[in-house]
């Protein structure tokens, strides 16, 4: 864990969109917004904006010229969508389960959170949560308690849906509350995701997955080697296609640019974004709020 303030990055530090290259863009905005219960916000030729009110959680970019990802390939494992409250979170768990039902893959009570877990027509995983208090999440030495334990998706759809719920389902906020990715080892991640950005470990699962956080957040980012162990960088293809963060200011930017030169980290910076690769090849943009 990083131990001076300066090489964090800010508390407030929040993650944005996530883009994905798609090959059937009429399905994928379809799935997004019918199922999933987002919005479409703007469909500007090849490119779908979609999510909640005025905030994007999805860009789906048309690249019907890319090839599928390789098998075990580094990537997305999942975007998670945060809801407000459990009436919307069982109103768009109702929504994908009756919709696409052969979507769904599995539900987790994580004691920080209640999640479920999907994967859209293009293989990509998506996962919809509610946050509890964090007063109710516990720590020990700087690492937050998570578990996977059973939550029956019948059960919470029939505890919490509510007719109002129900009957507008794609009212309330909703935002990205962490992206998880597919990559080659847990070592190289630490060392780019916590050491050089500046996140903080909240978490890991042996050697396999490693959990960080920004502001005490149980993760804004994980990343695991499920599926992908030992992968090396990623060839050009369909799936993720950058990972936004949002941070407080300008000078946020300025001393995560200053810290990713220090590491030997080639960064792009326009004055307003900074963008750089993982070791995988999955693209990070990092903007001011």
Same mark, same amino acid.
């Given at each position: 864990?990083?131990?001076?303030?300066?090489?964090?990055?800010?508390?407030?530090?929040?993650?944005?969109?996530?883009?994905?290259?798609?090959?059937?863009?009429?399905?994928?905005?379809?799935?997004?917004?019918?199922?999933?219960?987002?919005?479409?916000?703007?469909?500007?030729?090849?490119?779908?904006?979609?999510?909640?009110?005025?905030?994007?959680?999805?860009?789906?970019?048309?690249?019907?010229? $890319?090839?599928?990802?390789?098998?075990? %390939?580094?990537?997305?494992?999942?975007?998670?969508?945060?809801?407000?409250?459990?009436?919307?979170?069982? %109103?768009?768990?109702?929504?994908?389960?009756?919709?696409? &039902?052969? /979507?769904?893959?599995?539900?987790?009570?994580?004691?920080?959170?209640? %999640?479920? *877990? +999907?994967?859209?027509?293009?293989?990509?995983?998506?996962?919809? *949560?509610?946050?509890?208090?964090?007063?109710?999440?516990?720590?020990?030495?700087?690492?937050?308690?998570?578990?996977?334990?059973?939550?029956?998706?019948?059960?919470?759809?029939? %505890?919490?849906?509510?007719?109002?719920?129900?009957?507008?389902?794609?009212?309330?906020?909703?935002?990205?509350?962490?992206?998880?990715?597919?990559?080659?080892?847990?070592?190289?991640?630490?060392? +780019?995701?916590?050491?050089? $950005?500046?996140?903080?470990? /909240?978490?890991?699962?042996?050697?396999?997955?490693?959990?960080?956080?920004?502001?005490? *957040?149980?993760?804004?980012?994980?990343?695991?080697?499920?599926?992908?162990?030992?992968?090396?960088?990623?060839?050009?293809?369909?799936?993720?296609?950058?990972?936004?963060?949002?941070? &407080?200011?300008?000078?946020?930017?300025?001393?995560?640019?200053?810290?990713?030169?220090?590491?030997?980290?080639?960064?792009?910076?326009?004055?307003?974004?900074?963008?750089?690769?993982?070791?995988?090849?999955?693209?990070?943009?990092?903007?001011?709020?």
């Amino acid at each position: 864990m990083n131990t001076s303030t300066r090489e964090l990055l800010a508390p407030e530090t929040g993650m944005g969109a996530v883009t994905v290259r798609v090959g059937n863009l009429d399905a994928m905005i379809a799935y997004y917004r019918d199922a999933v219960t987002l919005e479409l916000q703007s469909h500007d030729g090849p490119v779908a904006v979609l999510g909640r009110g005025t905030t994007p959680i999805v860009i789906l970019q048309h690249a019907p010229q $890319l090839a599928a990802p390789e098998p075990r %390939a580094a990537g997305l494992f999942h975007t998670a969508i945060l809801f407000d409250t459990q009436a919307q979170l069982a %109103a768009a768990v109702y929504s994908v389960a009756t919709k696409h &039902p052969g /979507t769904f893959t599995g539900s987790a009570d994580h004691l920080v959170s209640e %999640a479920f *877990y +999907f994967t859209d027509p293009e293989g990509n995983g998506i996962e919809l *949560y509610w946050d509890r208090d964090r007063t109710a999440w516990s720590w020990a030495h700087g690492q937050v308690e998570m578990s996977t334990l059973a939550l029956d998706p019948n059960e919470f759809i029939r %505890a919490h849906l509510t007719d109002e719920a129900l009957a507008n389902p794609s009212l309330g906020n909703a935002i990205v509350g962490h992206v998880h990715l597919s990559v080659g080892d847990v070592a190289s991640a630490r060392s +780019f995701y916590v050491d050089a $950005l500046g996140f903080e470990s /909240t978490a890991e699962l042996g050697g396999s997955a490693l959990f960080v956080s920004a502001g005490g *957040y149980h993760h804004h980012m994980a990343m695991n080697t499920w599926n992908s162990a030992g992968s090396g960088r990623r060839r050009l293809a369909l799936g993720l296609g950058q990972v936004d963060i949002i941070v &407080p200011g300008a000078d946020d930017l300025g001393a995560l640019n200053e810290r990713m030169t220090h590491h030997g980290i080639s960064t792009r910076d326009d004055g307003q974004t900074l963008s750089f690769d993982d070791p995988w090849a999955n693209l990070i943009r990092v903007r001011t709020a």
